[in-house]
């Protein structure tokens, strides 16, 4: 076999991506409820300033990545940390996980805490699979599928779900909106035909379109990236909201694992009610990042809470896209 000498865990090491608010967080917990995952919760934004996630991050975004590169990630990203640890949590068959839901928000909170955290936390027996979750992250999605033999599944999402949560995150103050002010920038290198026609309104236009010329830039780069590679999945959120069970053990399938009882008994407790069930506790997260929800009742929820000119005004900006009619045929957008 090609790289024989390389350590057993340069596979076991795979990833999530998708746009902001695509529901890959809930992706990401249906994943981490494996018993042999150790998920990891957008690392490469959340300690981008720590050398070695930072130098992590560089190594798969470099162009001279290659499969010996990937061991050395998976060391990085294997250790715990409060920040990367995102509840809810689950029992593992390779680590200690007691008291993790209440002890991560002091961690968080006390950095002096920090350490005890990794040696509670950090897988102790064997090499498990890992498994992290990024967002925005496409360009590192298509070099590592260019590069290496890392599965990977990709999230879309709906285009006016993601504007209308994104705005309103934005309107509570916990979504960014740095991207706005190079958004003419990403534009032009994107795709100079649709700068020519959009850059000349950029002043003109509000929040809203803006991060629809957002989800529009990633999703094209996304698509492009995974459509058709034997190594990407492509999932849309709608689909698997309708079809949670199938499509988990499809993902599961494709990352080489098995369907675990313990996860298939965490699809199934989102279909029983609205209230997020007791077990599955999220302590310290805000209500607008939950993922313990019903996906029946937050499909659509957009329809009811957009205004219909909104929706309109985002669906102009998307339509012409061949991403988009790939995701609305597939996801049957309608």
Same mark, same amino acid.
């Given at each position: 076999?090609?790289?024989?000498?390389?350590?057993?865990?340069?596979?076991?090491?795979?990833?999530?991506?998708?746009?902001?608010?695509?529901?890959?967080?809930?992706?990401?917990?249906?994943?981490?409820?494996?018993?042999?995952?150790?998920?990891?919760?957008?690392?490469?934004?959340?300690?981008?300033?720590?050398?070695?996630?930072?130098?992590?991050?560089?190594?798969?975004?470099?162009?001279?990545?290659?499969?010996?590169?990937?061991?050395?990630?998976?060391?990085?990203?294997?250790?715990?940390?409060?920040?990367?640890?995102?509840?809810?949590?689950?029992?593992?068959?390779?680590?200690?996980?007691?008291?993790?839901?209440?002890?991560?928000?002091?961690?968080?909170?006390?950095?002096?805490?920090?350490?005890?955290?990794?040696?509670?936390?950090?897988?102790?027996?064997?090499?498990?699979?890992?498994?992290?979750?990024?967002?925005?992250?496409?360009?590192?999605?298509?070099?590592?599928?260019?590069?290496?033999?890392?599965?990977?599944?990709?999230?879309?999402?709906?285009?006016?779900?993601?504007?209308?949560?994104?705005?309103?995150?934005?309107?509570?103050?916990?979504?960014?909106?740095?991207?706005?002010?190079?958004?003419?920038?990403?534009?032009?290198?994107?795709?100079?035909?649709? +700068?020519?026609?959009?850059?000349?309104?950029?002043?003109?236009?509000?929040?809203? &379109?803006? &991060?629809?010329?957002?989800?529009?830039?990633?999703?094209?780069?996304?698509?492009? +990236?995974?459509?058709?590679?034997?190594? +990407?999945?492509?999932?849309?959120?709608?689909?698997?909201?309708?079809?949670?069970?199938?499509?988990?053990?499809?993902?599961?399938?494709?990352?080489?694992?098995?369907?675990?009882?313990?996860? +298939?008994?965490?699809?199934?407790?989102?279909?029983?009610?609205?209230?997020?069930?007791?077990?599955?506790?999220?302590?310290?997260?805000?209500?607008?990042?939950?993922?313990?929800?019903?996906?029946?009742?937050?499909?659509?929820?957009?329809?009811?809470?957009?205004?219909?000119?909104?929706?309109?005004?985002?669906?102009?900006?998307?339509?012409?896209?061949?991403?988009?009619?790939?995701?609305?045929?597939?996801?049957?957008?309608?």
């Amino acid at each position: 076999m090609e790289n024989q000498h390389l350590p057993v865990n340069y596979k076991k090491i795979m990833g999530i991506f998708g746009t902001g608010r695509s529901g890959s967080s809930w992706l990401g917990s249906i994943i981490s409820s494996h018993p042999q995952v150790v998920y990891r919760f957008e690392p490469f934004h959340r300690l981008k300033e720590y050398p070695p996630i930072h130098q992590a991050r560089q190594r798969l975004e470099s162009e001279q990545l290659s499969e010996t590169d990937l061991p050395a990630v998976y060391e990085v990203l294997l250790p715990a940390h409060p920040k990367l640890d995102r509840p809810p949590f689950f029992p593992k068959d390779f680590c200690f996980n007691m008291g993790k839901s209440w002890f991560r928000p002091v961690a968080l909170q006390f950095g002096s805490f920090r350490p005890l955290f990794q040696w509670l936390y950090t897988c102790r027996n064997g090499q498990p699979f890992l498994i992290f979750k990024e967002v925005t992250m496409e360009p590192m999605m298509k070099n590592v599928l260019a590069h290496t033999s890392m599965k990977v599944v990709y999230l879309v999402r709906h285009p006016c779900a993601v504007v209308d949560s994104t705005v309103k995150g934005q309107q509570q103050g916990v979504m960014p909106i740095g991207r706005h002010t190079v958004l003419k920038e990403l534009l032009t290198k994107h795709d100079a035909s649709l +700068a020519a026609t959009v850059v000349p309104q950029l002043d003109q236009m509000d929040g809203l &379109e803006k &991060e629809t010329l957002l989800w529009r830039i990633d999703v094209e780069k996304g698509i492009s +990236a995974a459509r058709g590679h034997k190594n +990407a999945l492509v999932v849309i959120y709608e689909d698997l909201c309708d079809r949670p069970e199938e499509l988990s053990k499809q993902i599961f399938e494709h990352f080489g694992l098995d369907f675990s009882k313990q996860t +298939a008994d965490f699809v199934a407790s989102f279909t029983k009610s609205e209230a997020p069930p007791s077990r599955w506790r999220e302590v310290g997260i805000r209500s607008y990042f939950s993922v313990v929800r019903n996906p029946a009742l937050m499909k659509n929820k957009w329809q009811q809470q957009m205004a219909k000119e909104a929706q309109q005004r985002v669906l102009k900006l998307v339509e012409d896209s061949p991403a988009f009619q790939y995701c609305a045929s597939f996801g049957k957008w309608g």
